[in-house]
């Protein structure tokens, strides 16, 4: 028996028992016959992590069509945080429902969308004057982000950083670093786009790079490429996610952001991935006390319903002018009620301390097994992220060199064990954990367990 030390995660209530339970194969005959109707009829162009089908999702419990439980690490890529059938948010969008689920906020506006920009004002960093407008997924708060930025200041470049993903379309193809899959052929790119060094302290070639120094470095680069007169603004993850749960040096980000400040370029940070109470805190950018000029977000603000916000300085937004920025659904009615009820979750079940509580039990158990396995000579070569945004980067023992071959065969081990994790990284090495925030704490160490026993299998 192993004594728990580590700080217990509050019991929460649960529709579906929270355990995790394997009735079939993987995947089991029903998934099987959808996987084939679906190969008929949903091109190979978009893929998915579970080869089985999703019937009934609670807490941290996905049920298949076969009736097999799986443990979720991965929130549907970090938006279920309270869980996706949350009965706050359900009922709030059965409410909602029941009374419109559209007009159009550009034809007939409605409350909901000023309660959300009032709530955003709220709990985004800085106490200045903000505006806040709706869309519907990150990459088309992204694009809004930059459309402000750019008229705003009247001028055109855009900096973003190495491993930086910001999306899929056009422009934010373009933002994004990876090529495969997500740019390759799919050119050309919008122009007026320039990639900076990050800061990766793990795979930093000049070790002893601070965070000031490595924000330097991008600096001058910025200055001597474009010019601080031609940028319009630096967009950047605060924790980088598709591109591998990348923390930058600590002063990194506090040092951008200052240079931007004091030459008038727009600083976005892209909060999509790591905002609302992911990290520990309700945006990323609080860890270092970074006041953004906008803030994109997406994923966690709406319990799963399709919602997407860029929050920022007033006058930014105010220099757009009437009919400049909108769409059919953006901000849509019951996206609205859902992320209401989302964010009152979010403050009665204190979701960023248990998004601490989950780092101090994963961290804990993941450095203990990277030393278990060799320490900086082993498979592990760091263990990092914050809150519920954490990741370990796998390389071939003795090396720094990333071992994609090894990550995958971990996540299909898990897999086959019933738990569910996903991967990332710019060389496909990182295992990334994104539990919902609600899980309940004997099935998150259940799931630590199968992926510590898939990560001992692999480094033999
Ligand atoms: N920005 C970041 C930081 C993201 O992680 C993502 C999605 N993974 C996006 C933008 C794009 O969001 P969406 O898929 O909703 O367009």
């Known amino acids: 028996?192993?004594?728990?030390?580590?700080?217990?995660?509050?019991?929460?209530?649960?529709?579906?028992?929270?355990?995790r339970e394997l009735l079939t194969e993987v995947p089991g005959p029903r998934s099987r016959e959808?996987?084939?109707?679906?190969?008929?009829?949903?091109?190979?162009?978009?893929?998915?992590?579970?080869?089985?089908?999703?019937?009934?999702?609670?807490?941290?419990?996905?049920?298949?069509?076969?009736?097999?439980?799986?443990i979720d690490l991965g929130s549907g890529i970090a938006v279920t945080s309270v869980g996706a059938s949350s009965p706050a948010v359900a009922a709030a969008v059965g409410a909602q429902a029941g009374r419109f689920?559209?007009?159009?906020?550009?034809?007939?506006?409605?409350e909901g969308y000023i309660r959300v920009a009032e709530e955003l004002a709220r709990l985004t960093p800085g106490d200045h004057a903000k505006r806040t407008a709706l869309f519907n997924s990150g990459?088309?708060?992204v694009e809004n982000a930059v459309k402000i930025a750019r008229l705003a200041t009247g001028r055109q470049a855009v900096v973003a950083f190495d491993h930086a993903y910001h999306g899929r379309t056009n422009l934010t193809m373009g933002l994004t670093a990876k090529t495969m899959p997500y740019k390759t052929h799919f050119g050309p790119f919008a122009p007026e786009i320039y990639r900076m060094p990050m800061s990766y302290p793990y795979r930093e070639e000049n070790p002893g790079l601070t965070g000031p120094e490595a924000a330097r470095r991008a600096i001058t680069q910025i200055e001597k490429q474009i010019g601080a007169e031609s940028t319009a603004a630096i967009i950047i993850e605060p924790i980088q996610g598709e591109g591998g749960f990348i923390v930058p040096a600590e002063g990194f980000l506090p040092t951008l952001a200052a240079w931007a400040r004091e030459n008038g370029v727009v600083f976005i940070a892209d909060e999509v991935q790591a905002g609302f109470c992911r990290t520990g805190a309700w945006f990323a950018s609080e860890h270092e006390g970074v006041v953004p000029d906008l803030i994109t977000m997406a994923k966690g603000i709406a319990g799963g319903m399709p919602l997407s916000a860029v929050t920022g300085r007033a006058e930014l937004f105010d220099a757009v002018h009437p009919g400049g920025l909108g769409g059919t659904y953006g901000g849509n009615p019951v996206a609205c009620a859902a992320a209401l009820a989302t964010l009152e979750t979010m403050r009665e079940l204190d979701l960023?301390?248990?998004?601490?509580?989950?780092?101090?039990?994963?961290v804990g158990r993941l450095s203990a097994l990277a030393e278990e396995l060799g320490g900086a000579q082993g498979p592990i070569g760091d263990v990092r992220g914050r809150g519920a945004m954490l990741a370990i980067e796998l390389v071939k023992p003795g090396t720094t060199d990333p071992d994609?071959?090894?990550?995958?065969a971990v996540a299909a081990a898990c897999l086959a064990e019933g738990v569910l994790i996903l991967t990332c990284g710019t060389y496909g090495n990182v295992i990334r954990l994104l539990p919902p925030l609600v899980i309940d704490e004997q099935l998150l160490q259940d799931g630590l367990e199968v992926l510590e026993a898939a990560l001992r299998g692999a480094s033999r």
């Open 1 to 19: 028996m192993s004594l728990t030390v580590s700080p217990s995660l509050p019991t929460l209530d649960a529709r579906l028992p929270q355990r």
């Open 34 to 70: 959808l996987q084939e109707r679906r190969d008929a009829v949903v091109p190979r162009g978009l893929v998915s992590s579970l080869p089985v089908f999703a019937e009934d999702v609670d807490g941290g419990v996905i049920r298949d069509v076969d009736g097999n439980s799986f």
């Open 101 to 110: 689920t559209h007009t159009c906020f550009m034809v007939t506006p409605y």
């Open 139 to 141: 990459a088309e708060a």
């Open 352 to 362: 960023s301390a248990r998004a601490r509580a989950i780092e101090a039990i994963v």
């Open 404 to 408: 994609p071959e090894s990550t995958k």
